[in-house]
Nanobody, 125 residues
């Protein structure tokens, strides 16, 4: 599976962006999906994840109520980001993990099998 993240850019604080993650090679239908981010000088951190079925999700406390993950269970996963803050500035990565259980939500980067190349999100104050 090859992943391609897009949709990043420069936005003012309080604004919104929608990131997309597209798959090539096969669909996302049997993969748990996640979004992670990495700011300069910091480790990659969990943002949000969705189970294979999309029925279960997990969000980092820092983004709860502002970010939403969605998927069409075909070849795209989205991250809707609202009320953006300067501390959301980072490179955002989408990731996919092959799982047998359609309910599994993975929040640890090391459990993911495939990664996109990242898309830069910059929030100005």
């Amino acid at each position: 599976v090859q992943l391609q993240a897009s949709g990043g850019g420069l936005v003012q604080a309080g604004g919104s962006l929608r990131l997309s993650c597209a798959a090539s090679g096969r669909t996302f239908s049997s993969y748990s999906m996640g979004w992670f981010r990495q700011a300069p000088g910091k480790e990659r951190e969990f943002v949000v994840a969705s189970s294979w079925s999309g029925d279960s999700t997990a969000y980092a406390d820092s983004v709860k109520g502002r970010f939403t993950i969605s998927r069409d269970n075909a070849k795209k996963v989205y991250l809707q980001m609202n009320s953006l803050k300067p501390e959301d500035t980072a490179v955002y990565y989408c990731a996919a993990a092959s799982t047998d259980d359609h309910r599994v939500v993975l929040t640890t980067p090391g459990l993911y099998d495939y990664w996109g190349q990242g898309t830069q999100v910059t929030v100005s104050s």
